[in-house]
């Protein structure tokens, strides 16, 4: 049962500030559940109003260069993390006719992709975004008709279209001597997302789709079959990326419509919560990424994104923003689907 909204004051950019989520007495820590009503699918999306996309074609496209940040469907075809099956592709021939068909067999999640909110929920709560849960996920109806709820379909109506900004970090902690490993679990502090982004100058505005290129695909590219396969087997996995913080949380909540790096869970592996002692103090986190991006604000996070040509063109040009088109697939129900993303200056 949804509670009226707290009624929460709503900072310059119409969203309430992160001190005030929970919207809903009893929802779990920092949820957004019910800003756009209590059968809300899109999230953080709702941000990309045509006003928005439309000032930012007329300020980001001026070249007209475009650059695919689509990694290979079969790039993980010597192993992957989190156990996702590989890429396959089966040709044949359409005799009599000289013409080929083709069929593609692959787990969403095993090259680039956006998560939607059927992927992860509040793990406590047992949670999806705007409440849902997991047997509302696989409910069939009377008909036989399988639930959507939450699935990638709704993200596909409109795409995620819209600024996109590149914290090159990779480019950046080598300049500054800071010691990174990609295959560790090392984790990137937001300040020094926002240093980089300061030394790049590059300016956030809100509703931005944020892309972090941790030099996950540079390292990928040196490893040996055998290193990547030992590195898969090890559990936990060990991978760097965003560092789970309030202060992390807080940023992304107050700037951006969509989230997305270069590694395999954009986020730190594992995203090992706060100190206890913090964590009931009030200073801590206890939730990753993950959850609370994708479960509790409904926000699309992107991983394995391949940002190479496009951080080169950055640096070339001198110029960390741009104009993104992204397409989900159109699959009632999916969890998550590969990006089919543009990058356009
Ligand atoms: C995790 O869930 C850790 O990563 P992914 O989003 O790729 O599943």
Not at 155 to 177: C, E, F, P, S
């Amino acid at each position: 049962m949804f509670q009226p909204l707290k009624n929460p004051s709503l900072n310059e950019n119409g969203i309430p500030p992160f001190e005030s989520l929970p919207l809903q007495e009893g929802d779990p820590p920092y949820s957004a559940w019910g800003l756009y009503g209590d059968k809300d699918e899109l999230g953080t999306l709702n941000r990309l109003t045509d006003e928005r996309v439309a000032a930012t074609a007329r300020e980001e496209i001026k070249t007209g260069v475009r650059i695919s940040l689509n990694w290979p469907l079969d790039a993980h075809s010597k192993g992957s993390f989190f156990s996702r099956g590989e890429f396959h592709q089966e040709m044949f021939q359409k005799k009599p006719h000289v013409a080929n068909d083709d069929t593609w067999t692959f787990n969403t999640q095993v090259s680039s992709q956006w998560d939607g909110l059927r992927h992860v929920a509040y793990q406590k709560e047992e949670l999806f975004y705007s409440r849902v849960t997991m047997d509302e996920l696989y409910a069939v109806d009377a008909n036989g008709v399988k639930s959507t709820v939450n699935g990638i379909q709704a993200w596909q109506k409109k795409g995620i279209v819209g600024r996109g900004i590149l914290v090159d970090y990779h480019t950046w902690r080598l300049g500054q001597g800071i010691d990174y490993d990609p295959f560790a679990r090392s984790p990137i502090p937001v300040d020094d997302i926002k240093a980089c982004l300061k030394a790049q100058g590059t300016e956030v505005r809100f509703g931005d789709i944020l892309f972090t290129r941790t030099g996950y695909m540079v390292s990928h590219a040196q490893k040996s079959t055998s290193d990547l396969a030992a590195l898969q087997k090890s559990e936990p996995h060990t991978l760097g990326g965003l560092q789970p913080s309030l202060p992390a949380l807080r940023w992304l909540w107050h700037n951006f419509s969509a989230i997305a790096g270069d590694q395999p869970a954009f986020e730190c592996w594992p995203p090992l919560p706060d100190h206890p002692d913090d964590v009931a103090a009030g200073r801590g986190l206890a939730y990753s990424i993950h959850e609370v991006a994708l479960a509790g604000w409904g926000c699309p996070l992107g991983e394995l994104f391949d940002l190479e040509a496009l951080a080169a063109h950055c640096c070339k040009e001198g110029r960390w923003s741009f104009f993104v088109a992204s397409e989900v697939c159109h699959v009632p129900g999916g969890v998550a689907s590969p990006p089919n993303i543009l990058a356009i200056f």
